[in-house]
Antibody
Framework: EVQLVESGGGLVQPGGSLRLSCVASGFTFSNYWMHWVRQAPGKGLVWVSHINWDGSSTSYADSVKGRFTISRDNAKNTLFLQMNSLRAEDTAVYYC?????????WGQGNLVTVSS | DIVMTQSPDSLAVSLGERATINCKPSQSVFYNSDNKNRLTWYQQKPGQPPKVLIHWASTRESGVPDRFSGSGSGTDFTLTISSLQAEDVAVYYCHQYHTSPYTFGQGTKLEIK
């Protein structure tokens, strides 16, 4: 069974940093592109970032470019999202997502709250 | 960026009746190299992650009831629930995985009339 378990979220002040992790199991992690998707409270889904199989290619939404960094450790089956210079508008549930073309498996999500 | 426009924003349908949700990408999500539309439909219930219903615009995900169907091509897509059940109350999203950034529709809230 595919499992994606996010951690690392919580309350942080504006301008602060957080690092989200997502541990994958039940599949060969290094065979898949991975993504982060977020959802602000009561709002819709927004794609944040993706990384290819070996980490050699990444892309970001304009709203996080230059502040967030996606990475992966295939030896540890783990996906990361380093979030710096956080803003109130980054407050959201962050989902770790696997894709085989379409986004086929989602984690349960991890809440990040940016507030003073 | 491809803008995904869903209609309606909300919908109330009687139990056993048909529900139809539309999704219009601002540009085609058809991929010539494999002859497929790169569009997914999700169902999301409160406090849960999105659940894949339909991918490649019309392929039902394993385990999804056959009352859910997807149709369309290019820039015009439809999700149909043929006979609404109480457990179908949720928010539904379309999503394109044709071009980065991989954009979502704004969501359609489906309720029981």
């Amino acid at each position: 069974e595919v499992q994606l378990v996010e951690s690392g979220g919580g309350l942080v002040q504006p301008g602060g940093s957080l690092r989200l992790s997502c541990v994958a199991s039940g599949f060969t992690f290094s065979n898949y592109w991975m993504h982060w998707v977020r959802q602000a409270p009561g709002k819709g889904l927004v794609w944040v970032s993706h990384i290819n199989w070996d980490g050699s290619s990444t892309s970001y939404a304009d709203s996080v470019k230059g502040r967030f960094t996606i990475s992966r450790d295939n030896a540890k089956n783990t996906l990361f999202l380093q979030m710096n210079s956080l803003r109130a508008e980054d407050t959201a549930v962050y989902y770790c997502v696997r894709s085989s073309h379409y986004f086929d498996s989602w984690g349960q999500g991890n809440l990040v709250t940016v507030s003073s | 960026d491809i803008v995904m426009t869903q209609s309606p924003d909300s919908l109330a349908v009687s139990l056993g009746e048909r529900a139809t949700i539309n999704c219009k990408p601002s540009q085609s999500v058809f991929y010539n190299s494999d002859n497929k539309n790169r569009l997914t439909w999700y169902q999301q219930k409160p406090g849960q992650p999105p659940k894949v219903l339909i991918h490649w615009a019309s392929t039902r995900e394993s385990g999804v009831p056959d009352r859910f169907s997807g149709s369309g091509s290019g820039t015009d897509f439809t999700l149909t629930i043929s006979s609404l059940q109480a457990e179908d109350v949720a928010v539904y999203y379309c999503h394109q995985y044709h071009t980065s950034p991989y954009t979502f529709g704004q969501g359609t809230k489906l309720e029981i009339k």
